[in-house]
């Protein structure tokens, strides 16, 4: 693409954050972005991407608000659940809105949120046929308030409804797969079950394994962002209510206890643990595995309307990847 934009991004040194800035970098290059990074040992790394970088950390309010205002477009991989960093990036794109009230386009803010906000009980149980379709404005309006990333997410369709910037959320499912960023690459859902069963020598499992989720490849979920901007950065974006920019990044389904019994025989397979059978055990035992304990479905309509289509690998196919990858991360820290 060649759109003249500048960006500031937040997250770069992350999973999801790395590879959407790779992929935004590859896709728009001549675009102007500069990303944020607390940690100065990350520095060359992210510089090596192509981008500016900027020291600081997300609690440093004064220059995350400075920069908001002073670039076209933010994108916050960084965190999901911040609400003062999210005020203070809104704060910067309203300011540069009312600095330039004769600018072309508003400010635009794509914001990462994540299919948590569906989660429901969490005892490894199916418990509804309730898919959420991100086309349909009375399911995204109707998450329940008290859901996970809700009060963020609430805080920016507010800012939505002043007409003053354009703010777009991106809420993705497990995402899974290597990651191209400059950092970390690799994900928590899956990779955190095999981190915890290497800890055990053994695999568990949150109560019967019936729950279900959605899951989206990293380069799948990166291309969203990317198909997302471009859209943003149009102009062709009319819509009316702030709702109607509210994205899931949701693909396949798959049933949690098909994943753990795939994990178990894997990793038994390789010496990784100690028996194939599974561990039965409750959320409290093991808070790190939330996200596999709850049911959390969704479908992303509205990416699919911009062209979004899978690619990558589906989630099962690429488990014994995910063992090697997570069994090799486990020696290099050890």
């Known amino acids: 693409m060649s759109?003249?934009?500048?960006?500031?991004?937040?997250?770069?040194?992350?999973?999801?954050?790395?590879?959407?800035?790779?992929?935004?970098?590859n896709r728009y290059p001549n675009a102007q972005i500069?990303?944020?990074?607390?940690?100065?040992?990350?520095?060359?790394?992210?510089?090596?991407?192509?981008?500016?970088?900027?020291?600081?950390?997300?609690?440093?309010?004064?220059?995350?608000?400075?920069?908001?205002?002073?670039?076209?477009?933010?994108?916050?991989?960084?965190?999901?659940?911040?609400?003062?960093?999210?005020?203070?990036?809104?704060?910067?794109?309203?300011?540069?809105?009312?600095?330039?009230?004769?600018?072309?386009r508003k400010p635009i803010l794509i914001h990462t949120s994540g299919t948590g906000l569906l989660q429901n009980e969490r005892d490894g149980a199916f418990h509804s046929d309730k898919i959420y379709d991100d086309n349909n404005l009375d399911d995204i309006k109707g998450i329940r308030v008290d859901a996970q990333h809700r009060d963020v997410d609430l805080e920016i369709f507010s800012a939505g409804k002043t007409g003053l910037i354009d703010p777009y959320i991106i809420a993705p499912s497990t995402v899974y797969g290597k990651g191209r960023g400059p950092v970390r690459n690799l994900s928590i859902q899956v990779n955190n079950m095999i981190r915890v069963a290497l800890r055990r020598k053994e695999l568990v499992q949150v109560g019967p394994g019936t729950n279900v989720w959605n899951s989206v490849h990293i380069d799948d979920l990166a291309n969203l962002?990317?198909?997302?901007?471009?859209?943003?950065?149009?102009?062709?974006?009319?819509?009316?209510?702030?709702?109607?920019?509210?994205?899931?990044?949701?693909?396949?389904?798959?049933?949690?206890?098909d994943i753990t019994k795939e994990l178990a025989r894997l990793l038994y397979a390789r010496g990784a643990i100690q028996t194939e059978t599974l561990?039965?055990?409750?959320?409290?035992?093991?808070?790190?595995?939330?996200?596999?304990?709850?049911?959390?479905?969704?479908?992303?309509?509205?990416?699919?309307?911009?062209?979004?289509?899978?690619?990558?690998?589906?989630?099962?196919?690429?488990?014994?990847?995910?063992?090697?990858?997570?069994?090799?991360?486990?020696?290099a820290n050890a």
């Open 34 to 104: 500069t990303a944020l990074v607390r940690n100065p040992k990350d520095i060359a790394a992210v510089q090596a991407i192509g981008v500016q970088v900027v020291q600081g950390s997300h609690s440093d309010f004064d220059l995350i608000r400075k920069l908001a205002s002073e670039h076209d477009v933010v994108i916050n991989c960084g965190d999901s659940d911040d609400l003062p960093l999210t005020k203070v990036i809104l704060a910067g794109l309203e300011s540069r809105a009312q600095a330039k009230p004769d600018a072309q």
């Open 225 to 257: 962002y990317g198909l997302l901007l471009d859209h943003a950065l149009s102009g062709r974006d009319k819509s009316a209510d702030p709702f109607e920019r509210f994205y899931w990044g949701s693909s396949d389904e798959y049933v949690w206890g």
């Open 279 to 331: 561990k039965i055990i409750k959320i409290e035992e093991e808070p790190i595995l939330n996200p596999t304990a709850s049911n959390s479905r969704s479908v992303s309509n509205r990416g699919i309307a911009l062209g979004w289509t899978r690619s990558g690998t589906p989630l099962f196919e690429t488990l014994p990847h995910e063992v090697e990858w997570t069994l090799a991360e486990a020696e």
């Open 3 to 25: 759109h003249q934009f500048s960006l500031f991004f937040l997250g770069v040194t992350g999973y999801i954050g790395g590879s959407v800035l790779v992929e935004l970098r």
